[in-house]
């Protein structure tokens, strides 16, 4: 079955919220009530207009399978490299387990060699263990400690 995928539109937005809002993390964090919070749209707006910036809708016969979000980045470090973010990641419930986050990252990852990056770089929250090693079976490596600091 082939994955199609495609910049997230704004008719999209409230089905993207409900998605990330549709597991035990989200449903802490998000806010996936109608209407939505302005702050979603502040923040696709923002990302729709950065060059740097890809918010993918993933389809499967026109049903929504997943998204992901991919940023550019620029470096000096490790010679002026670019280096590619993939965050948000998430698969409807209905559609997990049959691979197609494998498909996501392995296009996601042709993505970013396409645009010259050298590194592909991502974090997950350590209560995703499952996700952890999905990446890991992936070939990511934990080669570094992650910071946040809430403001």
């Known amino acids: 079955m082939e994955l199609k995928y495609r910049l997230a539109g704004f008719k999209d937005l409230e089905s993207l919220v409900a998605l990330l809002s549709n597991d035990p993390l989200g449903s802490k964090r998000e806010d996936a009530s109608v209407p939505l919070n302005s702050a ?3 923040a696709f707006e923002a990302i729709a207009r950065d060059p740097n910036n890809e918010l993918l809708v993933v389809e ?18 490790h010679i002026g490299s670019w280096r590619c973010l993939i965050e948000g990641v998430r698969i409807h419930s209905d559609y997990r387990g049959q691979g197609f986050g494998e498909q996501m990252f392995e296009y996601a990852i042709e993505q970013a060699k396409n645009k010259g990056c050298t590194i592909v770089q991502l974090t997950s929250d350590k209560q995703r263990p499952d996700a952890i090693r999905f990446y890991e079976k992936l070939g990511f490596k934990a080669t570094h400690e992650g910071f946040k600091l809430a403001l």
């Open 40 to 42: 979603y749209i502040e």
């Open 60 to 77: 499967l016969e026109n049903s929504l399978v997943g998204m992901l979000q991919i940023t550019i980045i620029p470096y000096l470090t």
